[in-house]
């Protein structure tokens, strides 16, 4: 029996959306937090934040998440301030973030991503210690994997080119 190209979108478009639904974290690819201590100084951690090539850092004390640390901390509470290369992380970072479990979904990351405007969310176990964060890059990753072909060979429009650096976009 042949499928109408309506009935093979309509079944794409639900398999996709089943897929963000039912999908945990623990699926995902995730790398592992850069931890920094709550007396670490805020050039330590944006140092490590480069090292690494992350927008965040997670802060943690007595091996409990304490907070997250940004760049968008580092752009509105830490640039232009007199006296910041001693600062503690403690002193700017986001206390008590917001956090998921691996076994949440993917719809309610993106819900709490959409909803609190947040770029990671902290992954954390039931003790509270973090074991991962999650990035908008990963999951639109996820999405990617789920319609690649649609995705990954779409041309570039005529008037806005490749980036070229990592910095294009």
């Not at 060979?153 to 976009?169: A, C, F, T, V, Y």
Request: proline share 5%; charged share 25%.
């Amino acid at each position: 029996m042949n499928t109408s190209e309506f009935e093979e979108a309509y079944e794409d478009k639900e398999l996709i959306r089943g897929a963000i639904v039912t999908t945990p974290l623990s699926d995902l690819t995730l790398r592992m937090p850069i931890l920094v201590n709550a007396d670490a100084t805020v050039v330590a951690a944006v140092d490590a934040m480069n090292e690494h090539r992350t927008g965040c850092v997670l802060v943690e004390e007595n091996g409990k998440l304490a907070g997250i640390f940004t760049e968008r901390d580092v752009l509105t509470k830490v640039i232009f301030r007199e006296n910041n290369r001693s600062w503690t992380v403690r002193q700017v970072m986001t206390k008590s973030p917001e956090t998921l479990n691996s076994d949440d979904s993917i719809a309610f990351a993106l819900n709490k991503m959409s909803v609190g405007g947040y770029r990671h969310i902290p992954i954390v176990d039931r003790a509270g210690k973090p074991v991962g964060v999650v990035s908008v890059r990963d999951l639109v990753d996820f999405l990617v994997e789920l319609f690649p072909d649609g995705v990954l060979n779409l041309p570039p429009s005529s008037d806005k080119g490749i980036p070229r650096s990592l910095d294009g976009g």
